[in-house]
Protein backbone atom coordinates (compact mmCIF):
# COMPACT_ATOMS: atom_id res chain seq x y z
CA UNK A 1 0.00 0.00 0.00
CA UNK A 2 2.09 3.14 -1.35
CA UNK A 3 1.13 6.47 -0.78
CA UNK A 4 1.41 8.18 -4.07
CA UNK A 5 -0.50 11.72 -4.42
CA UNK A 6 0.70 14.23 -7.48
CA UNK A 7 2.34 17.23 -5.80
CA UNK A 8 0.20 19.27 -8.69
CA UNK A 9 -1.96 20.62 -5.99
CA UNK A 10 -0.82 21.98 -2.74
CA UNK A 11 -4.04 21.48 -0.51
CA UNK A 12 -3.91 17.72 -1.01
CA UNK A 13 -0.12 17.08 -0.41
CA UNK A 14 -1.16 19.09 2.84
CA UNK A 15 -3.51 16.20 3.59
CA UNK A 16 -2.61 13.94 2.20
CA UNK A 17 1.16 14.26 4.30
CA UNK A 18 -1.23 14.51 7.16
CA UNK A 19 -2.87 10.70 6.15
CA UNK A 20 0.25 9.17 5.24
CA UNK A 21 2.06 9.97 9.07
CA UNK A 22 -0.98 8.51 10.36
CA UNK A 23 -1.44 5.65 8.41
CA UNK A 24 2.11 4.48 8.89
CA UNK A 25 1.63 4.69 12.45
CA UNK A 26 -1.50 2.84 12.51
CA UNK A 27 -0.33 0.03 9.79
CA UNK A 28 2.50 -0.60 11.87
CA UNK A 29 0.42 -1.04 14.82
CA UNK A 30 -1.97 -2.82 12.56
CA UNK A 31 0.49 -5.27 11.65
CA UNK A 32 1.49 -6.18 15.33
CA UNK A 33 -1.41 -6.81 16.18
CA UNK A 34 -2.46 -8.70 13.33
CA UNK A 35 0.58 -11.22 13.95
CA UNK A 36 -0.32 -11.41 17.61
CA UNK A 37 -3.93 -11.73 16.89
CA UNK A 38 -3.48 -14.93 14.19
CA UNK A 39 -1.36 -16.83 16.08
CA UNK A 40 -1.97 -16.07 19.89
CA UNK A 41 -5.70 -16.08 19.80
CA UNK A 42 -5.99 -19.27 20.63
CA UNK A 43 -3.13 -19.04 23.75
CA UNK A 44 -5.02 -16.54 24.86
CA UNK A 45 -7.98 -18.20 25.62
CA UNK A 46 -6.21 -21.24 26.62
CA UNK A 47 -4.24 -19.47 29.20
CA UNK A 48 -7.64 -17.27 29.97
CA UNK A 49 -5.45 -13.94 30.47
CA UNK A 50 -7.45 -12.16 27.58
CA UNK A 51 -6.34 -9.02 26.75
CA UNK A 52 -8.62 -5.81 26.09
CA UNK A 53 -8.29 -3.81 22.81
CA UNK A 54 -10.80 -2.12 23.74
CA UNK A 55 -8.81 1.00 23.71
CA UNK A 56 -7.14 0.23 20.87
CA UNK A 57 -10.92 -0.39 19.04
CA UNK A 58 -11.72 3.19 19.65
CA UNK A 59 -8.63 4.63 18.52
CA UNK A 60 -9.49 2.74 14.84
CA UNK A 61 -13.13 3.99 15.26
CA UNK A 62 -11.82 7.46 15.45
CA UNK A 63 -9.73 6.98 12.20
CA UNK A 64 -12.37 5.34 10.56
CA UNK A 65 -14.91 7.81 11.24
CA UNK A 66 -12.75 10.65 10.25
CA UNK A 67 -11.89 8.85 6.92
CA UNK A 68 -15.18 8.37 6.18
CA UNK A 69 -16.18 12.03 6.78
CA UNK A 70 -12.90 12.97 4.92
CA UNK A 71 -14.29 10.49 1.81
CA UNK A 72 -17.67 12.66 1.91
CA UNK A 73 -16.33 15.85 1.96
CA UNK A 74 -13.86 15.72 -0.94
CA UNK A 75 -17.34 14.22 -2.90
CA UNK A 76 -18.88 16.90 -2.45
CA UNK A 77 -16.22 19.55 -2.23
CA UNK A 78 -14.52 18.48 -5.06
CA UNK A 79 -16.56 16.26 -7.10
CA UNK A 80 -14.65 17.16 -10.48
CA UNK A 81 -11.29 17.36 -9.71
CA UNK A 82 -9.45 14.37 -10.85
CA UNK A 83 -6.82 14.43 -7.83
CA UNK A 84 -10.25 14.37 -5.86
CA UNK A 85 -11.41 11.39 -7.48
CA UNK A 86 -7.76 9.44 -6.34
CA UNK A 87 -7.35 10.82 -3.35
CA UNK A 88 -11.01 9.45 -2.34
CA UNK A 89 -10.63 6.00 -3.95
CA UNK A 90 -7.38 6.11 -2.15
CA UNK A 91 -8.96 6.69 1.57
CA UNK A 92 -11.99 3.77 0.45
CA UNK A 93 -8.86 1.52 0.00
CA UNK A 94 -6.81 2.40 3.16
CA UNK A 95 -10.64 2.35 4.55
CA UNK A 96 -11.11 -1.62 4.28
CA UNK A 97 -7.97 -2.85 5.93
CA UNK A 98 -8.65 -0.08 9.19
CA UNK A 99 -11.85 -1.99 9.12
CA UNK A 100 -11.28 -5.36 8.94
CA UNK A 101 -8.40 -4.60 11.63
CA UNK A 102 -10.91 -2.90 13.85
CA UNK A 103 -12.90 -5.93 13.64
CA UNK A 104 -10.45 -8.03 14.10
CA UNK A 105 -9.68 -6.45 17.17
CA UNK A 106 -13.13 -6.35 18.54
CA UNK A 107 -13.57 -9.72 17.84
CA UNK A 108 -10.26 -10.86 19.84
CA UNK A 109 -10.36 -8.56 22.43
CA UNK A 110 -14.31 -8.67 23.56
CA UNK A 111 -15.71 -11.51 22.20
CA UNK A 112 -16.48 -15.17 24.22
CA UNK A 113 -13.35 -17.53 23.43
CA UNK A 114 -15.17 -19.67 20.37
CA UNK A 115 -15.31 -23.64 20.44
CA UNK A 116 -14.98 -23.94 17.18
CA UNK A 117 -17.74 -25.51 14.76
CA UNK A 118 -19.15 -27.90 17.82
CA UNK A 119 -22.24 -25.49 18.21
CA UNK A 120 -22.85 -24.53 14.18
CA UNK A 121 -25.10 -27.57 13.47
CA UNK A 122 -27.41 -27.00 15.67
CA UNK A 123 -29.33 -24.55 14.02
CA UNK A 124 -28.28 -21.91 16.98
CA UNK A 125 -26.35 -20.06 14.35
CA UNK A 126 -29.03 -18.98 12.45
CA UNK A 127 -31.00 -17.36 15.26
CA UNK A 128 -28.15 -15.25 15.49
CA UNK A 129 -26.89 -14.20 12.22
CA UNK A 130 -23.64 -12.56 13.67
CA UNK A 131 -22.71 -15.53 15.36
CA UNK A 132 -21.90 -17.82 12.34
CA UNK A 133 -20.11 -14.85 11.09
CA UNK A 134 -17.80 -14.92 14.93
CA UNK A 135 -17.62 -18.76 15.01
CA UNK A 136 -17.19 -20.08 11.35
CA UNK A 137 -14.18 -17.97 11.02
CA UNK A 138 -12.73 -18.88 13.77
CA UNK A 139 -13.10 -22.90 12.98
CA UNK A 140 -9.75 -22.53 10.84
CA UNK A 141 -6.41 -21.67 11.34
CA UNK A 142 -5.44 -20.34 8.23
CA UNK A 143 -5.74 -16.44 7.86
CA UNK A 144 -6.79 -16.33 4.44
CA UNK A 145 -9.75 -18.48 5.14
CA UNK A 146 -10.83 -16.97 8.00
CA UNK A 147 -10.41 -13.38 5.88
CA UNK A 148 -12.52 -14.93 3.33
CA UNK A 149 -15.29 -15.84 5.08
CA UNK A 150 -15.78 -13.22 7.56
CA UNK A 151 -18.48 -10.99 6.92
CA UNK A 152 -17.42 -7.95 4.66
CA UNK A 153 -19.70 -4.74 5.79
CA UNK A 154 -19.87 -2.06 3.17
CA UNK A 155 -17.82 1.01 3.21
CA UNK A 156 -19.42 3.84 4.96
CA UNK A 157 -21.70 1.23 6.52
CA UNK A 158 -24.62 1.34 3.59
CA UNK A 159 -26.52 -0.80 1.48
CA UNK A 160 -24.92 -1.74 -1.35
CA UNK A 161 -26.71 -1.71 -4.94
CA UNK A 162 -27.83 -5.05 -4.04
CA UNK A 163 -29.91 -4.27 -0.60
CA UNK A 164 -27.02 -5.96 1.42
CA UNK A 165 -25.13 -4.23 4.16
CA UNK A 166 -22.61 -6.45 3.69
CA UNK A 167 -20.60 -9.20 1.73
CA UNK A 168 -21.62 -12.58 2.40
CA UNK A 169 -18.96 -14.95 0.89
CA UNK A 170 -19.72 -18.47 1.30
CA UNK A 171 -18.32 -21.51 1.52
CA UNK A 172 -19.21 -25.55 0.81
CA UNK A 173 -20.26 -27.19 4.24
CA UNK A 174 -18.48 -30.24 4.15
CA UNK A 175 -15.40 -28.07 3.77
CA UNK A 176 -15.37 -27.87 7.88
CA UNK A 177 -15.05 -31.65 7.40
CA UNK A 178 -12.37 -31.55 4.86
CA UNK A 179 -10.35 -28.77 7.27
CA UNK A 180 -6.75 -29.98 6.79
CA UNK A 181 -7.08 -30.69 2.84
CA UNK A 182 -8.81 -26.93 2.50
CA UNK A 183 -5.95 -24.94 5.02
CA UNK A 184 -3.43 -26.53 2.34
CA UNK A 185 -5.14 -25.04 -0.70
CA UNK A 186 -6.10 -21.39 1.50
CA UNK A 187 -2.08 -21.80 2.32
CA UNK A 188 -0.52 -19.62 0.53
CA UNK A 189 1.22 -16.22 -0.26
CA UNK A 190 -0.83 -13.56 -1.51
CA UNK A 191 -0.04 -11.88 -4.76
CA UNK A 192 2.31 -14.74 -5.81
CA UNK A 193 1.79 -17.72 -8.39
CA UNK A 194 -0.53 -20.56 -6.63
CA UNK A 195 0.22 -23.66 -6.47
CA UNK A 196 -0.51 -26.60 -8.79
CA UNK A 197 -3.31 -27.71 -6.84
CA UNK A 198 -6.08 -27.57 -8.93
CA UNK A 199 -6.71 -31.43 -8.00
CA UNK A 200 -6.77 -31.10 -4.40
CA UNK A 201 -9.49 -28.42 -5.12
CA UNK A 202 -11.58 -30.19 -7.58
CA UNK A 203 -11.41 -33.26 -4.90
CA UNK A 204 -12.28 -30.46 -2.25
CA UNK A 205 -15.05 -29.25 -4.82
CA UNK A 206 -16.44 -33.14 -5.36
CA UNK A 207 -16.47 -34.16 -2.05
CA UNK A 208 -18.84 -31.18 -1.00
CA UNK A 209 -16.10 -28.03 -0.45
CA UNK A 210 -17.82 -26.28 -3.29
CA UNK A 211 -17.50 -23.34 -3.79
CA UNK A 212 -14.54 -22.88 -2.51
CA UNK A 213 -13.33 -20.06 -0.95
CA UNK A 214 -11.54 -17.45 -3.56
CA UNK A 215 -8.13 -17.10 -3.30
CA UNK A 216 -5.22 -14.44 -3.48
CA UNK A 217 -3.12 -15.84 -5.52
CA UNK A 218 -2.22 -15.89 -9.34
CA UNK A 219 -3.49 -19.47 -11.32
CA UNK A 220 -0.57 -21.29 -12.96
CA UNK A 221 -0.75 -21.24 -16.49
CA UNK A 222 0.34 -23.58 -19.32
CA UNK A 223 3.71 -21.97 -19.82
CA UNK A 224 4.01 -21.49 -23.75
CA UNK A 225 0.25 -20.82 -24.47
CA UNK A 226 -0.44 -20.89 -28.13
CA UNK A 227 -3.23 -18.41 -29.51
CA UNK A 228 -6.52 -21.10 -29.68
CA UNK A 229 -7.65 -22.14 -33.55
CA UNK A 230 -10.05 -20.21 -35.51
CA UNK A 231 -13.68 -20.58 -34.61
CA UNK A 232 -14.37 -22.22 -38.19
CA UNK A 233 -11.63 -24.68 -37.54
CA UNK A 234 -11.37 -25.42 -33.69
CA UNK A 235 -14.90 -27.26 -33.20
CA UNK A 236 -13.72 -30.45 -35.17
CA UNK A 237 -9.66 -30.05 -34.71
CA UNK A 238 -7.84 -31.55 -31.32
CA UNK A 239 -6.39 -28.57 -29.71
CA UNK A 240 -2.60 -27.30 -29.25
CA UNK A 241 -1.18 -29.31 -26.56
CA UNK A 242 0.80 -26.60 -25.60
CA UNK A 243 -2.75 -24.93 -24.41
CA UNK A 244 -2.68 -27.34 -21.37
CA UNK A 245 -1.58 -28.21 -18.20
CA UNK A 246 -0.84 -31.54 -18.46
CA UNK A 247 1.00 -32.58 -15.40
CA UNK A 248 -1.92 -34.07 -13.17
CA UNK A 249 -3.06 -36.60 -16.26
CA UNK A 250 -1.81 -40.04 -17.45
CA UNK A 251 -2.00 -38.31 -21.04
CA UNK A 252 0.13 -35.96 -21.71
CA UNK A 253 -1.12 -34.75 -25.01
CA UNK A 254 -4.78 -34.88 -27.02
CA UNK A 255 -3.50 -37.09 -29.18
CA UNK A 256 -2.78 -39.47 -26.30
CA UNK A 257 -6.64 -39.35 -25.25
CA UNK A 258 -8.08 -39.51 -28.39
CA UNK A 259 -6.69 -43.07 -29.33
CA UNK A 260 -8.87 -45.77 -28.97
CA UNK A 261 -6.57 -47.58 -25.77
CA UNK A 262 -7.30 -47.82 -22.29
CA UNK A 263 -5.38 -46.64 -19.28
CA UNK A 264 -6.29 -42.87 -19.81
CA UNK A 265 -7.44 -42.90 -16.18
CA UNK A 266 -10.95 -42.12 -16.92
CA UNK A 267 -13.52 -44.72 -18.11
CA UNK A 268 -16.58 -42.28 -18.51
CA UNK A 269 -16.69 -41.38 -22.68
CA UNK A 270 -13.26 -42.75 -23.21
CA UNK A 271 -13.50 -42.03 -26.97
CA UNK A 272 -14.79 -38.31 -26.75
CA UNK A 273 -11.38 -36.91 -27.56
CA UNK A 274 -11.90 -38.90 -31.09
CA UNK A 275 -13.60 -36.03 -32.66
CA UNK A 276 -13.42 -37.63 -36.37
CA UNK A 277 -14.71 -41.13 -35.62
CA UNK A 278 -16.32 -41.10 -32.35
CA UNK A 279 -17.16 -37.84 -31.71
CA UNK A 280 -18.64 -36.34 -35.57
CA UNK A 281 -21.90 -39.10 -36.18
CA UNK A 282 -23.39 -38.14 -32.71
CA UNK A 283 -26.56 -37.17 -32.38
CA UNK A 284 -26.69 -37.31 -36.32
CA UNK A 285 -26.29 -41.05 -37.25
CA UNK A 286 -28.17 -43.46 -34.67
CA UNK A 287 -26.35 -46.20 -33.20
CA UNK A 288 -28.21 -49.31 -32.86
CA UNK A 289 -26.67 -51.22 -30.49
CA UNK A 290 -28.55 -54.63 -30.82
CA UNK A 291 -28.48 -54.81 -34.45
CA UNK A 292 -31.33 -57.22 -34.28
CA UNK A 293 -33.77 -54.92 -32.80
CA UNK A 294 -34.87 -51.97 -34.51
CA UNK A 295 -34.74 -49.45 -31.38
CA UNK A 296 -31.96 -47.00 -30.69
CA UNK A 297 -31.46 -44.83 -27.53
CA UNK A 298 -30.22 -42.35 -29.94
CA UNK A 299 -31.75 -39.45 -31.07
CA UNK A 300 -31.21 -36.80 -33.82
CA UNK A 301 -30.68 -33.63 -32.48
CA UNK A 302 -32.94 -32.56 -35.76
CA UNK A 303 -35.86 -34.62 -34.28
CA UNK A 304 -35.59 -32.88 -31.15
CA UNK A 305 -35.28 -29.63 -32.55
CA UNK A 306 -37.99 -29.95 -34.71
CA UNK A 307 -40.57 -30.93 -32.29
CA UNK A 308 -40.90 -27.02 -31.09
CA UNK A 309 -39.36 -25.53 -34.45
CA UNK A 310 -37.28 -22.10 -34.07
CA UNK A 311 -38.04 -22.17 -30.37
CA UNK A 312 -34.95 -24.24 -28.47
CA UNK A 313 -32.49 -21.23 -28.26
CA UNK A 314 -30.85 -21.74 -24.96
CA UNK A 315 -29.78 -24.36 -22.93
CA UNK A 316 -27.76 -26.80 -20.68
CA UNK A 317 -25.88 -30.30 -21.62
CA UNK A 318 -25.11 -32.22 -18.44
CA UNK A 319 -23.05 -34.86 -19.08
CA UNK A 320 -19.54 -35.83 -19.69
CA UNK A 321 -17.92 -35.37 -23.09
CA UNK A 322 -15.70 -32.68 -24.83
CA UNK A 323 -18.79 -30.47 -26.27
CA UNK A 324 -19.96 -31.95 -29.31
CA UNK A 325 -23.56 -31.62 -28.14
CA UNK A 326 -22.84 -28.23 -27.86
CA UNK A 327 -20.48 -28.17 -31.74
CA UNK A 328 -23.55 -29.59 -33.05
CA UNK A 329 -26.32 -27.70 -31.48
CA UNK A 330 -24.13 -24.24 -32.84
CA UNK A 331 -24.36 -25.59 -36.23
CA UNK A 332 -28.44 -24.73 -35.81
CA UNK A 333 -27.78 -21.72 -33.20
CA UNK A 334 -28.67 -22.76 -30.42
CA UNK A 335 -26.52 -21.65 -27.93
CA UNK A 336 -25.39 -24.52 -25.62
CA UNK A 337 -23.23 -24.25 -22.36
CA UNK A 338 -21.35 -27.50 -21.11
CA UNK A 339 -21.32 -28.25 -18.03
CA UNK A 340 -17.71 -30.45 -17.14
CA UNK A 341 -15.00 -31.32 -14.38
CA UNK A 342 -11.77 -32.20 -14.98
CA UNK A 343 -11.93 -36.08 -14.04
CA UNK A 344 -9.05 -37.79 -15.64
CA UNK A 345 -8.84 -35.28 -18.94
CA UNK A 346 -8.61 -31.78 -19.55
CA UNK A 347 -12.58 -31.87 -20.55
CA UNK A 348 -12.99 -27.85 -19.82
CA UNK A 349 -9.86 -26.37 -21.58
CA UNK A 350 -11.07 -28.73 -24.68
CA UNK A 351 -14.20 -27.42 -24.51
CA UNK A 352 -13.36 -24.05 -24.77
CA UNK A 353 -10.63 -24.45 -27.17
CA UNK A 354 -13.20 -26.03 -29.57
CA UNK A 355 -14.73 -22.32 -28.93
CA UNK A 356 -17.70 -23.72 -26.81
CA UNK A 357 -18.63 -23.03 -23.52
CA UNK A 358 -17.48 -24.91 -20.36
CA UNK A 359 -19.04 -24.31 -17.45
CA UNK A 360 -17.04 -25.89 -14.25
CA UNK A 361 -19.76 -27.65 -11.97
CA UNK A 362 -20.08 -30.52 -10.01
CA UNK A 363 -23.45 -32.48 -9.43
CA UNK A 364 -23.81 -31.11 -5.81
CA UNK A 365 -24.29 -27.87 -6.34
CA UNK A 366 -27.90 -25.49 -7.34
CA UNK A 367 -27.67 -24.44 -10.72
CA UNK A 368 -26.36 -21.48 -11.55
CA UNK A 369 -29.42 -20.06 -13.61
CA UNK A 370 -32.40 -18.97 -13.10
CA UNK A 371 -35.91 -19.97 -12.86
CA UNK A 372 -37.93 -20.64 -16.35
CA UNK A 373 -35.11 -19.68 -18.33
CA UNK A 374 -33.23 -21.99 -20.74
CA UNK A 375 -34.99 -24.03 -23.21
CA UNK A 376 -33.41 -27.31 -23.23
CA UNK A 377 -31.59 -29.65 -20.67
CA UNK A 378 -29.88 -32.29 -21.94
CA UNK A 379 -27.69 -34.82 -20.33
CA UNK A 380 -26.06 -37.91 -21.02
CA UNK A 381 -23.67 -40.64 -19.20
CA UNK A 382 -23.23 -38.18 -16.24
CA UNK A 383 -26.27 -39.56 -14.56
CA UNK A 384 -26.63 -42.68 -14.33
CA UNK A 385 -27.31 -46.20 -12.70
CA UNK A 386 -24.82 -44.84 -9.55
CA UNK A 387 -26.87 -41.55 -8.48
CA UNK A 388 -29.05 -42.10 -5.30
CA UNK A 389 -32.57 -42.27 -6.07
CA UNK A 390 -33.54 -39.10 -3.43
CA UNK A 391 -30.54 -37.28 -4.94
CA UNK A 392 -31.75 -37.41 -8.72
CA UNK A 393 -35.20 -36.05 -7.66
CA UNK A 394 -33.26 -33.16 -6.00
CA UNK A 395 -31.69 -32.86 -9.77
CA UNK A 396 -34.28 -33.33 -11.35
CA UNK A 397 -36.54 -30.53 -9.74
CA UNK A 398 -33.42 -28.18 -10.01
CA UNK A 399 -33.77 -28.90 -13.67
CA UNK A 400 -37.08 -28.44 -13.66
CA UNK A 401 -36.76 -24.98 -12.07
CA UNK A 402 -34.36 -23.40 -14.72
CA UNK A 403 -36.29 -24.98 -17.62
CA UNK A 404 -39.09 -22.65 -19.18
CA UNK A 405 -42.49 -24.05 -19.63
CA UNK A 406 -42.52 -25.45 -22.83
CA UNK A 407 -38.72 -26.20 -22.37
CA UNK A 408 -37.78 -29.65 -23.11
CA UNK A 409 -35.65 -32.20 -20.97
CA UNK A 410 -33.75 -34.94 -23.07
CA UNK A 411 -32.52 -37.86 -21.17
CA UNK A 412 -29.95 -39.32 -23.34
CA UNK A 413 -29.10 -42.73 -22.71
CA UNK A 414 -29.13 -42.85 -19.36
CA UNK A 415 -28.47 -46.47 -18.29
CA UNK A 416 -28.71 -48.67 -15.32
CA UNK A 417 -29.46 -52.38 -14.28
CA UNK A 418 -32.80 -53.69 -14.82
CA UNK A 419 -33.79 -54.00 -11.66
CA UNK A 420 -33.37 -50.39 -10.43
CA UNK A 421 -34.94 -49.11 -13.64
CA UNK A 422 -38.58 -48.64 -11.93
CA UNK A 423 -37.24 -46.64 -9.23
CA UNK A 424 -35.20 -44.28 -12.07
CA UNK A 425 -38.10 -44.17 -13.79
CA UNK A 426 -40.45 -43.15 -11.04
CA UNK A 427 -38.05 -40.12 -10.80
CA UNK A 428 -38.82 -39.07 -13.97
CA UNK A 429 -42.17 -39.83 -13.95
CA UNK A 430 -42.21 -37.80 -10.73
CA UNK A 431 -41.80 -34.56 -13.43
CA UNK A 432 -45.22 -35.09 -14.76
CA UNK A 433 -43.87 -34.11 -18.34
CA UNK A 434 -45.34 -34.67 -21.84
CA UNK A 435 -43.66 -37.39 -23.09
CA UNK A 436 -42.46 -36.32 -26.65
CA UNK A 437 -39.99 -39.83 -27.09
CA UNK A 438 -39.24 -42.53 -24.40
CA UNK A 439 -37.55 -45.50 -25.22
CA UNK A 440 -35.64 -48.39 -22.94
CA UNK A 441 -33.20 -50.64 -25.31
CA UNK A 442 -31.09 -53.50 -23.85
CA UNK A 443 -27.61 -52.32 -23.23
CA UNK A 444 -25.36 -54.94 -24.81
CA UNK A 445 -21.77 -53.78 -25.06
CA UNK A 446 -21.12 -56.25 -21.96
CA UNK A 447 -21.45 -59.93 -21.66
CA UNK A 448 -24.25 -60.48 -19.60
CA UNK A 449 -27.76 -58.50 -20.45
CA UNK A 450 -28.07 -57.06 -16.71
CA UNK A 451 -28.27 -52.95 -17.97
CA UNK A 452 -30.62 -51.19 -19.89
CA UNK A 453 -30.53 -47.67 -21.62
CA UNK A 454 -33.45 -45.14 -20.71
CA UNK A 455 -33.83 -42.41 -23.26
CA UNK A 456 -36.53 -39.55 -23.43
CA UNK A 457 -37.58 -36.01 -24.48
CA UNK A 458 -39.98 -34.56 -22.24
CA UNK A 459 -41.66 -31.14 -22.25
CA UNK A 460 -42.30 -29.03 -19.02
CA UNK A 461 -45.87 -28.23 -18.40
CA UNK A 462 -46.89 -25.11 -17.74
CA UNK A 463 -47.43 -24.30 -13.99
CA UNK A 464 -49.91 -21.14 -13.91
CA UNK A 465 -50.27 -20.69 -10.62
C1 LIG B 1 -27.26 -4.98 8.57
O1 LIG B 1 -28.60 -4.57 8.55
C2 LIG B 1 -29.42 -5.16 9.54
C3 LIG B 1 -30.82 -4.67 9.35
O2 LIG B 1 -31.17 -4.66 8.01
C4 LIG B 1 -28.90 -4.86 10.92
O3 LIG B 1 -29.68 -5.53 11.88
C5 LIG B 1 -27.46 -5.29 11.03
O4 LIG B 1 -26.92 -4.91 12.28
C6 LIG B 1 -26.62 -4.68 9.93
N1 LIG B 1 -25.29 -5.20 9.99
C7 LIG B 1 -24.21 -4.44 9.87
C8 LIG B 1 -22.89 -5.13 9.90
O5 LIG B 1 -24.29 -3.25 9.72
C1 LIG C 1 -11.06 -20.13 -41.68
O1 LIG C 1 -11.16 -18.76 -41.95
C2 LIG C 1 -9.94 -18.17 -42.41
C3 LIG C 1 -10.15 -16.69 -42.63
O2 LIG C 1 -11.21 -16.22 -41.88
C4 LIG C 1 -9.52 -18.82 -43.72
O3 LIG C 1 -8.28 -18.30 -44.13
C5 LIG C 1 -9.38 -20.31 -43.51
O4 LIG C 1 -9.12 -20.96 -44.74
C6 LIG C 1 -10.68 -20.89 -42.95
N1 LIG C 1 -10.49 -22.29 -42.67
C7 LIG C 1 -11.35 -23.22 -43.07
C8 LIG C 1 -11.01 -24.64 -42.71
O5 LIG C 1 -12.36 -22.94 -43.66
C1 LIG D 1 -9.91 -42.19 -33.84
O1 LIG D 1 -10.36 -43.50 -33.94
C2 LIG D 1 -10.05 -44.11 -35.18
C3 LIG D 1 -10.70 -45.48 -35.21
O2 LIG D 1 -10.47 -46.17 -34.02
C4 LIG D 1 -8.55 -44.17 -35.36
O3 LIG D 1 -8.24 -44.74 -36.63
C5 LIG D 1 -7.99 -42.77 -35.30
O4 LIG D 1 -6.59 -42.80 -35.39
C6 LIG D 1 -8.40 -42.13 -34.00
N1 LIG D 1 -7.97 -40.75 -33.99
C7 LIG D 1 -6.93 -40.34 -33.25
C8 LIG D 1 -6.62 -38.90 -33.33
O5 LIG D 1 -6.32 -41.10 -32.53
C1 LIG E 1 -12.40 -48.47 -29.33
O1 LIG E 1 -12.15 -49.84 -29.02
C2 LIG E 1 -13.29 -50.55 -28.61
C3 LIG E 1 -12.83 -51.96 -28.31
O2 LIG E 1 -11.64 -51.95 -27.64
C4 LIG E 1 -14.33 -50.54 -29.73
O3 LIG E 1 -15.50 -51.19 -29.29
C5 LIG E 1 -14.67 -49.11 -30.08
O4 LIG E 1 -15.56 -49.08 -31.20
C6 LIG E 1 -13.42 -48.36 -30.46
N1 LIG E 1 -13.73 -46.97 -30.71
C7 LIG E 1 -13.41 -46.35 -31.84
C8 LIG E 1 -13.78 -44.91 -31.94
O5 LIG E 1 -12.83 -46.90 -32.75
C1 LIG F 1 -28.00 -19.68 -38.28
O1 LIG F 1 -27.88 -18.28 -38.35
C2 LIG F 1 -27.23 -17.85 -39.52
C3 LIG F 1 -27.04 -16.35 -39.43
O2 LIG F 1 -28.19 -15.74 -38.94
C4 LIG F 1 -28.07 -18.25 -40.74
O3 LIG F 1 -27.42 -17.84 -41.92
C5 LIG F 1 -28.22 -19.75 -40.75
O4 LIG F 1 -29.07 -20.15 -41.81
C6 LIG F 1 -28.81 -20.23 -39.43
N1 LIG F 1 -28.78 -21.69 -39.41
C7 LIG F 1 -29.84 -22.42 -39.07
C8 LIG F 1 -29.65 -23.89 -39.10
O5 LIG F 1 -30.89 -21.92 -38.74
Known amino acids: MKFRISSGIPMFVFVSGVF ?16 FLVFDTRCNFDTNSRVSYRPQVEILETVIEKIEQEIVDIRDSHKDSPYALRYGSFLADILGPIEAAKLALAETGVGEPSEGFTD ?9 PGSIDHVLPEFFLTEEIRKYVRVKPNRLGKQNFMGANGTFTSIGHACFSMKQELEEYMNYDVGEICNDDWRLAQRLMVHGCDPLPRRRCFSRAPQFYTKPSPINESIWRLPDNKNVRWSQYRCKNFVCLANNKTGKGFFKCSDCFNLTHHEFPRWVVPVFPDPTLNSTPDFRITDVLDLKPDEIRVGLDFSVGTGTFAARMRERNVTIVSAAINLGAPFNEMIALRGLIPLYLTVNQRLPFFDNT ?36 WVDSFFCLKDDLEGYLEGFKMLRYKKHKWVVVPKMDKDDNREVFFSAVLEKPPRPF
Open 374 to 409: LDLIHTSRFLDGWIDFVLLEFVLYDWDRVLRPGGLL
Open 20 to 35: SLLCIALFSKFYSFKS
Open 120 to 128: MGSGSGSAH
